[in-house]
């Protein structure tokens, strides 16, 4: 299940946290330089440390910790989706905001009027919005071009 995984990311890897929050996983970025903060942070809202950092591996601690070999990110999500066997649902797609991890709210087509594009609310119907940066999303190229980026390299052979 997909609230079954929390991770947080050191910067070098936020935009793994990208697309791992567009498949529907929470998933933070560390600000500041990845290290006993970050690992503390983890500890405390029990999250999966990602990194690319060799030296996190060094550290003591006593949560998960997984050191990213990949360098593409196509590489990247297809490491962590099979190291965690995380199963990709369609209905948790989507659901977060890419920018800030907060979890979207469906919002009324009204309340979008001037918030959005006039070709976007003449060709949309369902919206998502997110309370904490009020950053508007709706299905459109956008989530095909993510679809065909993840089919053609990410859930490949």
């Known amino acids: 299940m997909v609230d079954d995984f929390k991770f947080i990311t050191d910067a070098a890897l936020g935009k793994l946290a990208k697309w791992l929050r ?10 500041k330089q990845a290290g006993r903060e970050m690992l503390r942070l983890a500890d405390v809202e029990r999250r999966i440390v990602l990194t690319r950092r060799k030296d996190m591996l060094e550290r003591q601690f006593s949560g998960r910790l ?3 070999h990949g360098i593409e990110i196509a ?8 190291k965690y066997t995380l199963k990709i649902n369609n209905q948790a797609m989507f659901s977060r905001c890419i920018k800030c991890n907060e979890k979207l709210i469906s919002i ?6 001037n918030l959005v ?5 003449e060709n949309s119907s369902a919206y998502n919005k997110c309370l904490n940066c009020c950053k508007i999303y709706w299905s459109g190229t956008h989530q095909r071009n993510a ?11």
């Open 117 to 121: 594009p006039s070709f976007v609310f």
């Open 108 to 113: 009324t087509r009204e309340e979008v009027c």
């Open 66 to 68: 997984y050191f990213v």
């Open 22 to 31: 567009l498949l529907g996983y929470d998933t933070i970025v560390f600000p």
């Open 75 to 82: 590489h990247q999500l297809k490491e962590v989706i099979r």
């Open 147 to 157: 679809l065909q980026y993840l089919k053609q390299n990410v859930f490949t052979k």
